[in-house]
């Protein structure tokens, strides 16, 4: 009984809060598993430029950027330029947007999707890691491993594919401006979409 | 004797008539519009709009127990509802005078928003010129978002036609208004000011007779993160201390709160002091 309370009480002070990364630090290393099986480290892509695409197949506002081809374009223009892509899914097991590796292949597969892999992060460990709140949230890593952009996908909050056209893309501007050896002009916008689904607490 | 009873009384054809006759009352004064999770509906207070004056509209969201639709600042995540009037020359519609939300946690995200049954009152200005005895067509387009665990975007196209009169007796809707406008949250002037101290943004009020405080909800968004802030009061002073948001990039001339004390609620706005 005693080791059981224990285990509780622990279980209680587990969970993380929401962490803060900041634009200009470095961004934190995690290591996840793909869709196919194969692990990936943030630090073993040092030397590329790195996007964290966060994703629930289920969300309206992740229906918005993929059904109007927004994400596909942004991520193939991305990997042609030699950036890498990576989509994240935090849903928590049982919870909406939670899918099994085959689940995601299906939904890559129907969405052409061309992220260079789509990361399962059920125990939701990487996405408090970076404070993901929303599905999408974006996150643009630098060659040396800095996070240079964070927060939403693009500047108008809606679930309404007809402004993806009005609206400024923050991922694609990050990146041809540090492809350009510019700054970041905006480094961060507001995210917005679904909330991730973390376990409940 | 009961709707019920007369209405099992009535025999085929006039019972017919009679269902007719109810909804061609009824419908005018109903502007509904039925979608998944939550109800849709556009109220008047006032049967009639009267010239030079304004008459308050309701926007009506019914929601499915444990669904919410989102408050002005949404929070974390989420968007606010939002309207779009088609309204005839010379009307205007104000702002949602957004009633106050409730606070919606779910882990680490922080939301406010409505659940159950809520009336978003609008303002309608007449134009002083609009003729008595014509008809105005007033529609909305209502774009929301209703989450429970999943999220589903919502249209819904609302309308009333209401005549111009001189004078207007009550909606059958209106004491829901009366309702919603005495639980509005008061508007008050209390002395005070918002700093930015490092990485946080503290709200200090000062009242002789200040309530106690549980929670505030700021307006504003990329101003303060939304976990509810610290509150220290000693029945003069109230501090509210926000960590700032992760997307914080300058301090507005003057921040908008709602404060919440148990059942009751207050609306302040506060300059934003330099250091």
């Given at each position: 009984m005693k080791h059981f309370l224990f285990a509780l009480f622990a279980l209680a002070f587990a969970a993380p809060a929401l962490a803060k990364v900041a634009v200009g630090e470095a961004a934190p290393d995690f290591t996840l598993t793909d869709s196919n099986g194969k692990s990936h480290s943030l630090?073993?892509?040092?030397?590329k430029v790195v996007v964290l695409e966060w994703n629930n197949p289920k969300c309206p506002f992740v229906g918005k950027h993929y059904g109007g081809g927004n994400m596909q374009k942004q991520q193939a223009d991305a990997s042609a330029a030699g950036v890498v892509w990576l989509t994240i899914n935090s849903s928590?097991?049982?919870?909406?947007?939670?899918?099994?590796a085959a689940e995601a292949n299906a939904y890559i597969a129907k969405v052409d999707g061309k992220q260079t892999a789509y990361l399962l992060d059920t125990s939701g460990k990487v996405g408090h890691l970076y404070g993901?709140?929303?599905?999408p949230h974006m996150f643009v890593i630098d060659k040396a491993g800095v996070l240079r952009y964070m927060g939403g996908i693009d500047s108008i909050k809606s679930t309404d594919k007809e402004d993806l056209a009005k609206a400024t893309q923050y991922v694609p501007q990050a990146l041809a401006e540090l492809a350009a050896g510019k700054p970041v002009s905006v480094p961060t916008a507001e995210p917005y979409g679904c909330s991730v689904e973390y376990a409940a607490k | 004797m009961s709707a019920m009873k007369f209405f099992r009384r009535s025999r085929g054809h006039s019972r017919m008539r009679l269902l007719f006759t109810f909804l061609l009352a009824v419908l005018p004064l109903l502007a509904r519009a039925d979608d998944e999770h939550v109800k849709v509906t556009l109220l008047c207070e006032s049967s009639a709009l009267v010239p030079g004056q304004a008459a308050w509209l309701g926007i009506q969201l019914q929601h499915e127990p444990h669904w919410h639709t989102y408050w002005i600042n949404p929070g974390d995540s989420g968007l606010a509802t939002k309207l779009a009037w088609q309204l005839p020359a010379g009307f205007h519609a104000d702002e949602i005078d957004w009633p106050t939300p409730t606070r919606i946690t779910l882990g680490d995200l922080q939301n406010f928003g409505y659940e159950g049954d809520v009336l978003l009152p609008v303002p309608l200005h007449v134009p002083a010129d609009a003729t008595p005895g014509t008809m105005a067509h007033v529609a909305a387009e209502v774009k929301y978002l209703v989450c429970r665990e999943e999220c589903i975007p919502g249209k819904a196209s609302v309308a009333l036609d209401l005549p111009v009169r001189a004078t207007a007796a009550p909606c059958p809707q209106q004491p829901l208004f009366a309702a919603a406008r005495a639980a509005q949250a008061r508007v008050v002037r209390w002395p005070g000011a918002a700093h930015i101290r490092g990485d946080r943004l503290d709200v200090e009020l000062h009242a002789a007779d200040l309530p106690a405080i549980s929670d505030a909800f700021v307006v504003q968004r990329k101003l303060v993160d939304y976990a509810p802030p610290r509150i220290t009061h000693d029945g003069v002073e109230c501090r509210l201390s926000f960590a700032k948001s992760d997307y914080f990039s300058a301090a507005p001339a003057q921040i908008d709160l709602v404060l919440r004390a148990r059942a009751n609620a207050w609306r302040a706005s506060v300059p934003v002091s330099s250091p």
């Amino acid at each position: 009984m005693k080791h059981f309370l224990f285990a509780l009480f622990a279980l209680a002070f587990a969970a993380p809060a929401l962490a803060k990364v900041a634009v200009g630090e470095a961004a934190p290393d995690f290591t996840l598993t793909d869709s196919n099986g194969k692990s990936h480290s943030l630090s073993q892509y040092k030397g590329k430029v790195v996007v964290l695409e966060w994703n629930n197949p289920k969300c309206p506002f992740v229906g918005k950027h993929y059904g109007g081809g927004n994400m596909q374009k942004q991520q193939a223009d991305a990997s042609a330029a030699g950036v890498v892509w990576l989509t994240i899914n935090s849903s928590a097991a049982g919870k909406q947007g939670d899918v099994s590796a085959a689940e995601a292949n299906a939904y890559i597969a129907k969405v052409d999707g061309k992220q260079t892999a789509y990361l399962l992060d059920t125990s939701g460990k990487v996405g408090h890691l970076y404070g993901a709140k929303t599905t999408p949230h974006m996150f643009v890593i630098d060659k040396a491993g800095v996070l240079r952009y964070m927060g939403g996908i693009d500047s108008i909050k809606s679930t309404d594919k007809e402004d993806l056209a009005k609206a400024t893309q923050y991922v694609p501007q990050a990146l041809a401006e540090l492809a350009a050896g510019k700054p970041v002009s905006v480094p961060t916008a507001e995210p917005y979409g679904c909330s991730v689904e973390y376990a409940a607490k | 004797m009961s709707a019920m009873k007369f209405f099992r009384r009535s025999r085929g054809h006039s019972r017919m008539r009679l269902l007719f006759t109810f909804l061609l009352a009824v419908l005018p004064l109903l502007a509904r519009a039925d979608d998944e999770h939550v109800k849709v509906t556009l109220l008047c207070e006032s049967s009639a709009l009267v010239p030079g004056q304004a008459a308050w509209l309701g926007i009506q969201l019914q929601h499915e127990p444990h669904w919410h639709t989102y408050w002005i600042n949404p929070g974390d995540s989420g968007l606010a509802t939002k309207l779009a009037w088609q309204l005839p020359a010379g009307f205007h519609a104000d702002e949602i005078d957004w009633p106050t939300p409730t606070r919606i946690t779910l882990g680490d995200l922080q939301n406010f928003g409505y659940e159950g049954d809520v009336l978003l009152p609008v303002p309608l200005h007449v134009p002083a010129d609009a003729t008595p005895g014509t008809m105005a067509h007033v529609a909305a387009e209502v774009k929301y978002l209703v989450c429970r665990e999943e999220c589903i975007p919502g249209k819904a196209s609302v309308a009333l036609d209401l005549p111009v009169r001189a004078t207007a007796a009550p909606c059958p809707q209106q004491p829901l208004f009366a309702a919603a406008r005495a639980a509005q949250a008061r508007v008050v002037r209390w002395p005070g000011a918002a700093h930015i101290r490092g990485d946080r943004l503290d709200v200090e009020l000062h009242a002789a007779d200040l309530p106690a405080i549980s929670d505030a909800f700021v307006v504003q968004r990329k101003l303060v993160d939304y976990a509810p802030p610290r509150i220290t009061h000693d029945g003069v002073e109230c501090r509210l201390s926000f960590a700032k948001s992760d997307y914080f990039s300058a301090a507005p001339a003057q921040i908008d709160l709602v404060l919440r004390a148990r059942a009751n609620a207050w609306r302040a706005s506060v300059p934003v002091s330099s250091p």
